[in-house]
């Protein structure tokens, strides 16, 4: 069975950090790719990063690139998100999914298209 375990979300002040971790389990790291995503009350789901872990590609999106940096454990099995000088608006629930042997670069594909999801970690950042 496929299960992905997000931990590390908390409140923390403006300009604080977190790292998020996204523990899977049941895939080989070799066939799969792992993004984060955050929802935050009344708005849409957003893609955060994701990382392919057959070539290492990464991708930062636009409302958080310099800050959030996505790392993966290789043998581990495990994802990890990095947030620094974390803002307000970053405040959402943060869940991470991974997408079965991706074809193209992992920034390609929409939360629809991911297969498994963690059930989410809480950051709330205050001002």
């Known amino acids: 069975e496929v299960q992905l375990v997000e931990s590390g979300g908390g409140l923390v002040q403006t300009g604080g950090s977190l790292r998020l971790s996204c523990a899977v389990f049941g895939l080989s790291f070799d066939d799969y790719a792992v993004g984060w995503f955050r929802q935050a009350p009344g708005k849409e789901r957003e893609a955060v990063s994701c990382?392919?872990?057959?070539?290492?590609?990464?991708h930062i999106g636009d409302s958080v690139k310099g800050r959030f940096t996505i790392s993966g454990a290789g043998a581990k099995n495990t994802v990890y998100l990095q947030m620094n000088d974390l803002k307000p608006e970053d405040t959402a629930v943060y869940y991470c999914a991974a997408k079965l042997s991706p074809y193209y670069y992992c920034s390609e594909y929409g939360p629809n298209e991911y297969e498994y999801w963690g059930q989410g970690t809480q950051v709330t950042v205050s001002s």
């Open positions: 990382i392919s872990s057959s070539d290492g590609h990464t």
